[in-house]
């Protein structure tokens, strides 16, 4: 990490520098190093692997490449490590990360797919920074003022990231078309990186055409990213009765402009890693690319055990009670992150395994990532479910007692009920939650049903007053669970209403389902998400698995995880049976079935049988 401390130390930045290591050259300021500082000093020293030889095996042959002929292929300067640049950089992408995680409410298929096309971007953008990086970066001026570009590139992520809502109808697409144009000056920024690279590799024949061919994709995809900008929908004022538009109005709008940003990120990914694959003279051979990957694998992790620790705070704000099944939610949720971390790292391998196989298994980190956010995030959510299925189990419990009461006078009835409400919500409502439409919402219902007890007589012939207290008590309830669901910071995604629609009495069956559609919802993403987990740990470890593993339990090992992930993956099945799934979500169960899959993937990853003995 310090080395280019160390190298400023003995050179003046210069303004330009090159990214080759050749004995004599002075453009940038880098001359030779020693293997110790960096690997691959020169293209006879390939069969070195990050300083330290490769273990023997008398079937291998050391990194033979074709292609590095002493005249015909450049010698890339590389880092043993990340340098402090790159990590500053990774501190942008998690304060990012972060913000977006905690602005983002997951609630439904809408900001599901915005939350992945969000993390899509971002992970893309960083990827692409970081395979120029780990392939020709070389301290200079230039090369710093680049850098400076990406942080703002990042800082852009963070101005749209709470206005994010792409499938939704927006007022402005202003923030949109500044963001296209951020995507194309970070695409413009990097073809002159790649640009300046060429200039000092250019008498190097073999290096010319996949650099072309990558400023080109570059470029291409910078010019896509700009040309988008107009497509976004122009703001249109609303019309007054004589079709005369209204001052500082603007009719929402829906646009699927944003889809192409996907493809063209995607698309430019796979072509510049693709030609890396094919001409591998640019390829990641010698680079600290594994390092990269592993820590922002690391990151990512650490991001989840932030939103779960976020999610106990939520619960502790609440001044709940913690009963056996929530602590048990807890401890499962923070054990699925060490299982994950087990998983992955106990099958990192530092050592190079294949330029075709480094390049692949780095790409496959994309969804890799993407699910771990997803399985991270749902999991903390349904921490918070767990304390709310104690919390309204505890709250229908004692209204129900209270409608089994035989009150005299409609009073009290209705103190009853009121000091229940209290008693299990608004009293306990955390500071920054703004109940008082609820709480005027559960006085009127209150006042409602007064005003029509007395009305009723022993029959229950007055159908009228009836339908006066059960639509009080309708509201009542609604209101009171909403305001437990708004003090455990979760919400239902606001039901679209044609225009002049009146509003309709809040229905206390409808507010249920529809915060059980939510979490419904989160365990049918957190199961996928947590299969296809194991089931792309496994890829990836299949893709590093060194030559000496290469046998039966090896692979029986990698298989038995792949099983594993698939069978969580199947678990979604049982949405198909609504009572089955409504058993399952009332239980403590969802949290722990994911731990306990991942515990039994860490074990047999681990486990070893007994030899046999040769007699």
């Given at each position: 990490?310090g080395?280019e401390?160390?190298?400023?130390e003995e050179?003046p ?6 990214p080759l290591?050749?004995?004599g050259?002075?453009h ?5 190093h020693?293997?110790e ?9 390939s069969?070195?692997?990050?300083g ?10 050391p990194f033979q490449?074709s ?15 990340a340098?402090t ?12 990360l ?12 809408d ?17 692409q920074?970081?395979?120029y990086?780990?392939?020709f970066?070389?301290?200079s ?9 990406h942080?703002?590139?990042?800082v852009?992520?963070a ?5 994010w809502?792409?499938?939704q ?9 500044a963001?296209?144009l ?21 008498k190097?024949?073999k290096?010319v055409?996949?650099?072309?061919l ?8 910078a ?22 538009p209204i ?22 990914t ?25 820590l922002?694998?690391?990151i ?6 932030i939103?779960v ?10 001044e709940?009670?913690w ?13 699925i ?17 294949g330029?075709?196989?480094q ?20 999991v ?7 304390q709310?299925?104690e ?7 004692d ?7 035989n009150f005299?006078t409609?009073?009290?009835y ?24 609820e ?7 209150l ?9 009723i007589d022993e029959?229950g ?5 009836v ?13 009171t669970?909403k305001?437990?669901f ?11 209403k ?7 009495a809040?229905?206390f069956q409808?507010v ?5 559609a ?17 089931l ?10 060194p030559?000496?593993?290469r ?19 199947l678990?979604?099945l ?7 799934l ?8 969802m ?13 047999v ?11």
């Amino acid at each position: 990490m310090g080395h280019e401390e160390h190298h400023h130390e003995e050179k003046p930045l210069t303004f330009f520098a090159s990214p080759l290591v050749e004995p004599g050259h002075e453009h940038g300021g880098h001359e030779k190093h020693a293997p110790e500082s960096h690997t691959y000093a020169s293209a006879h020293s390939s069969d070195i692997e990050e300083g330290k030889p490769k273990a023997a095996d008398p079937n291998h042959v050391p990194f033979q490449n074709s292609d590095c002929e002493v005249h015909d292929s450049p010698a890339f300067h590389r880092h043993a490590e990340a340098t402090t640049a790159e990590l500053f950089y990774d501190l942008f992408f998690v304060a990012n990360l972060t913000t977006f995680t905690s602005n983002l409410e997951i609630n439904d298929r809408d900001s599901l797919t915005a939350y992945i096309g969000f993390f899509a971007l971002l992970w893309l953008t960083w990827y692409q920074v970081s395979l120029y990086d780990v392939r020709f970066s070389a301290d200079s001026v230039f090369e710093r003022i680049a850098k400076g570009i990406h942080f703002g590139v990042m800082v852009g992520f963070a101005v749209i990231g709470p206005q994010w809502k792409p499938s939704q109808e927006v007022d402005d697409y202003k923030i949109y078309k500044a963001f296209g144009l951020i995507l194309m000056v970070s695409r413009i920024t990097l073809a002159l990186q790649y640009s300046l690279t060429l200039f000092y590799s250019k008498k190097y024949k073999k290096t010319v055409l996949p650099l072309l061919l990558v400023i080109g994709s570059t470029l291409t995809a910078a010019i896509l990213y700009g040309a988008l900008t107009p497509a976004f929908p122009k703001t249109k004022p609303m019309l007054d009765e004589d079709g005369q538009p209204i001052p500082d109005t603007a009719i929402g709008q829906k646009s699927s402009v944003y889809i192409a940003w996907y493809v063209i990120a995607i698309m430019e990914t796979i072509l510049t890693v693709g030609v890396s694959m094919v001409m591998r003279v640019i390829s990641f051979k010698g680079t600290h690319m594994v390092q990269r990957m592993s820590l922002l694998t690391l990151i990512i992790l650490g991001e989840g055990i932030i939103v779960v620790c976020k999610s106990i705070s939520k619960i502790v704000k609440n001044e709940y009670l913690w009963t056996a099944p929530v602590v048990g939610q807890v401890i499962a949720s923070i054990l699925i992150i060490y299982f994950l971390y087990m998983s992955y790292f106990d099958r990192l391998h530092e050592e190079h395994f294949g330029s075709i196989k480094q390049q692949l298994w780095s790409f496959l980190h994309f969804p890799l990532h993407t699910v771990f956010v997803l399985v991270l995030q749902g999991v903390s959510i349904l921490v918070i479910w767990r304390q709310a299925v104690e919390a309204i189990d505890g709250l229908l419990t004692d209204v129900n007692f209270v409608l089994d009461q035989n009150f005299t006078t409609a009073e009290e009835y209705v103190v009853a009920l009121n000091e229940t409400v209290w008693g299990h919500v608004f009293y306990y409502v955390p500071k920054g939650v703004d109940a008082t439409k609820e709480i005027k919402a559960v006085d009127d219902a209150l006042y409602s049903i007064v005003d029509a007890f007395n009305y009723i007589d022993e029959e229950g012939t007055n159908q009228t007053a009836v339908a006066q207290i059960t639509d009080g008590a309708n509201e009542l309830l609604s209101a009171t669970f909403k305001t437990l669901f708004d003090s455990l910071s979760v919400s239902v995604p606001k039901p679209k209403k044609k225009a002049g629609e009146p509003a309709k009495a809040a229905n206390f069956q409808d507010v249920a389902n529809g915060y059980y559609a939510v979490f419904h919802l989160v365990v049918y993403y957190v199961f996928i998400a947590g299969g296809l987990a194991l089931l792309l740990n496994a890829i990836l470890g299949l893709l590093s698995l060194p030559s000496h593993k290469r046998n039966l339990s090896g692979y029986l090992r990698l298989a038995i995880n792949a099983a594993a992930g698939v069978s969580l993956c199947l678990v979604t099945l049982i949405q198909y049976n609504e009572n089955n799934l409504a058993s399952y979500m009332a239980s403590a169960w969802m949290i722990p079935t994911v731990c306990i899959v991942m515990f039994i993937c860490v074990i047999v990853n681990h486990v070893r049988l007994p030899k046999r003995k040769v007699h």
